[in-house]
T-cell receptor, first 113, second 115 residues
Framework: NAGVTQTPKFQVLKTGQSMTLQCAQD?????MYWYRQDPGMGLRLIYYSASEGTTDKGEVPNGYNVSRLNKREFSLRLESAAPSQTSVYFC????????????FGSGTQLSVL | AQSVTQLGSHVSVSEGALVLLRCNYSSSVPPYLFWYVQYPNQGLQLLLKYTSAATLVKGINGFEAEFKKSETSFHLTKPSAHMSDAAEYFC?????????????FGKGTMLLVSP
């Protein structure tokens, strides 16, 4: 099984450009998440989708939008990228929420110049 | 909201030495607690999980963690470090968010292992 697949792995944007990070899981999980990882800050939750058809804000949602396209796919969109959004982005999934194990993708390294 | 504090952004040990990575959580009710590991250029992997069934939790790769309610701690240990243990380790706690439980991560501790 592929698990959680993220694309692209690397991306460089100019300030103001837009882009969508793609995430797909093949484990039939109900819940999906987007985190960002910054040095010394750990992982911070951007948005999550508890189940197909629902999305909710996490700790740091400003500047981002998400779409739960179907049960497998959960995308993260930057409408107008800013240098503060330079980060490593991780998608994760779990059967349900809370006490369930998270399965992570390998990450997208994004630089905004 | 729940939070975890990891003491020490970097911990250095020699190969064969005891590994101790510290984590304290903020809660009056024992939550779900986790330790995840991140190897370079990879996503996070679950090491172990506390679910209140037992205070001493054994995980993969010889790691274990002990839940101490009186100290609100969940420290990670391994008796003998191996070079392959060099990675970043994250403590995490389940946290309610708009009626749904998500994970809140600590800032991470980088484990450095020297020969």
């Amino acid at each position: 099984n592929a698990g959680v697949t993220q694309t692209p792995k690397f991306q460089v944007l100019k300030t103001g450009q837009s882009m969508t990070l793609q995430c797909a899981q093949d484990m039939n999980h109900n819940s999906m998440y987007w985190y960002r990882q910054d040095p010394g800050m750990g992982l911070r939750l951007i948005y999550y989708s508890a189940s197909e058809g629902t999305t909710d804000k996490g700790e740091v949602p400003n500047g981002y939008n998400v779409s739960r396209l179907n049960k497998r796919e959960f995308s993260l969109r930057l409408e107008s990228a800013a240098p503060s959004q330079t980060s490593v982005y991780f998608c994760a999934s779990s059967k349900q929420g809370g006490g369930e194990k998270l399965f992570f993708g390998s990450g997208t390294q994004l630089s905004v110049l | 909201a729940q939070s975890v504090t990891q003491l020490g952004s970097h911990v250095s040990v020699s190969e064969g030495a005891l590994v101790l990575l510290r984590c304290n959580y903020s809660s009056s009710v024992p939550p779900y607690l986790f330790w995840y590991v991140q190897y370079p250029n990879q996503g996070l992997q679950l090491l172990l999980k506390y679910t209140s069934a037992a205070t001493l939790v054994k995980g993969i790769n010889g790691f274990e963690a002990e839940f101490k309610k009186s100290e609100t701690s969940f420290h990670l240990t391994k008796p003998s470090a191996h070079m392959s243990d060099a990675a970043e380790y994250f403590c995490a706690v389940s946290s309610m968010n708009s009626g749904y439980s998500t994970l809140t991560f600590g800032k991470g501790t980088m484990l450095l292992v020297s020969p």
